[in-house]
């Protein structure tokens, strides 16, 4: 049984399909497909449940500053086809397409602080910062997430 202080880790993996244009994008992608329980680094998180598998539609768009820097404005919807959906708000900088920083907030439930590093031309690791802003405060206040996300070249 794993405390409140351990860091335990689950991999998912999270297919979608993204449509983009120099100033708008839009995309759809389905999360715990690849996984149906809480396991991980550390053994079993929480409770015997199963996950259900979510998805996330968003649409955003870019807004050119200068020369060498973005801000990208995107509204998410995401849930599971057994209940309502959640809305979320993202605000992300990017400064040079390498370096990305910015914050999220979604349903009045959690703020996230975000960050993005472009390593190769089409891998991007990241890091997201979750802190819970209502009554699970006191049982679960955080979370963090390691993303990394690999996009396939096309014509490219």
Known sequence: NASASSVIAYPDLVPGIRLTSKKFFADLSFQQVSIFSKRGIGGAIGSPSRLSPHYCFSIGKKIVLFDINNIVVAANIRG???????????????????FGYGVSVRSKNYVAGILQFRVLKNLVVGMAYDLSMNKSFGASPHNAEIMVGLTPLFNG
Do not use: D, F, N, Q
């Not at 959640?86 to 605000?91: G, Q, R």
């Open 80 to 98: 599971s086809l057994k209940g309502l959906p959640s809305a979320e708000l993202t605000v992300v900088e990017y400064i040079y397409k390498r």
